[in-house]
């Protein structure tokens, strides 16, 4: 089964309007000359899990997971990149969360090689995946207490 | 008297194998629970060569960012600058000359079989044949003379800036990347009578390690292991970029999904690679090697993504500009790393013999684990 961009569309728009509580999420198909990514939404933090879900049903690979630090906002992003093995499409799955509690759901569920990129960002962000088996530091040193890429982090 | 001391049957113990281990090239520990000689569980320690490039990327210009690139993969240079100097074009909207995509192609491909090179013998050296890793290091010196000639570099290239590159090919470069290919050729031949069809070699590959399309799939793994599991992912393919789509060529692809398969995917790819570079060579075009780009790079703000198809698979740049001349944040996505986190999974119930030979198949640079 290969997706398409339209069912991808779709499935996003049914997602968004089913959030709860409602939130404001965007969907939308763009230039990948431009931007090196086919499509591209924003979902509520507690609807990643749905998210990824609904890109392993039809397919998708897990590319990674990051975290962005927008401290002048006040926000933590967490990034999730997707591509698929046979369709040649690329997406990219954000959600936003407040930078004093940064928590949003595990993947790890879904795709278990989430695991380790989320390890990952929890080292050099801080931000915790709820139900991840061990958030242990998995790149910084063992008993590293600090998170590198956060803007406000001094050597 | 009792001969046999009691044993329980259920007792596991801990091995350790590595940070300094042959087998692991480079510092990888991995922390094996094992029942007798079979695999209980096989926990990969990582970070003993973590750098912390992405918080490099985010103090320093990308023009100055950009030889870090080259230090991920320190195999497959080419590729890694490729992906960075690509995300900054994309994001700058550069159009760049055809003679510098076309050069990139070349120097690309010719990296890649100089990677597959460093694996063919360092993982018949792990599988305990030592001879193949002289054959391979001799041919492989070849690619590193033509490319030190031109980039200045034998490893750690930084020969691709961002809209074109820091210096064109001359006629010496030409020839004798065409005299290579002629010179590879048999080579590929004997490489199949002397390795691939040895009997010890198949005794402890085929069947070996098996790994599915679909853990490849929940794992994010790529190149040649998802190519060695069925699956015809490649970005050169997938995500076309540079000349590529003008270039004739296949993607290798082997179903069995065993250490056999990434291995013959590996040694097929050699071939696909010279006639890449024999079709590159044909139609390079005359011309400039470098766009004009602006004295200061500054993305509008946004962000942009560039894959490639490096030696081990997707490689990915995400770079994120808040207008600035200085990155807001630069995302290395390694295959080296999705492709050894299967690693728990897959050796689960293996023999440690077993479990090496799968690592190797892997084909894991360290550094481009840990970043």
Redesign the interface.
Known sequence: MTPTLDQLQAAFGRLLSAAEPPADGTARVVD??????HFDATVAPQQVVEAARLLDQI??????I?G??WIAQNEMEV?Y?F????A?L?V?VRTRIPREKPEVPTISEV???A??HERETHD?FGIRFSGHPDLS?????EDADYH??RKDFAA | MELLAETNHNETFVLNLGPQHPATHGVLRIKLTMDGEYITRAEPVCGYIHRMHEKMGENRSYAKFLPNTGRIDYLSAMHYTHAFVGAVERAMRIEMPRRAEFIRVITSELNRISSHLVWLGAFLLDLGGFTPLLYAFDDREKILDLLEAITGARLTYCYYRIGGLCNDVDDAFIKGAREFVAHMRPRLKMYRELVTENIILRKRLVGIGPISAEMCRKYGATGPVIRGSGVAYDVRRAEPYSVYPELDFEIPVFPEGDSMARYLVRMEELKQSLGIIEQALDKLPDGPVMAQVPRVVKPPAGDYCYAVEAARGRFMVRIVSDGGEIPYRVKLRSPSFSNLSLFEEASRGMMLPDALALLGSLDLVIPDIDR
Not at chain 1, 59 to 64: N, T, Y
Not at chain 1, 137 to 141: G, M, R, T, V
Request: aromatic share 18%; no cysteine; hydrophobic share 45%.
């Open positions: 990948y000359t431009a931007k090196g990514y397919g998708f690979a897990l590319d990674a990051t962005v630090d990034v990149d591509f698929h093995p046979s040649n690329r990219v795709f278990p090689g695991n380790w050099f530091p998995l790149l910084l040193p590198p890429l």
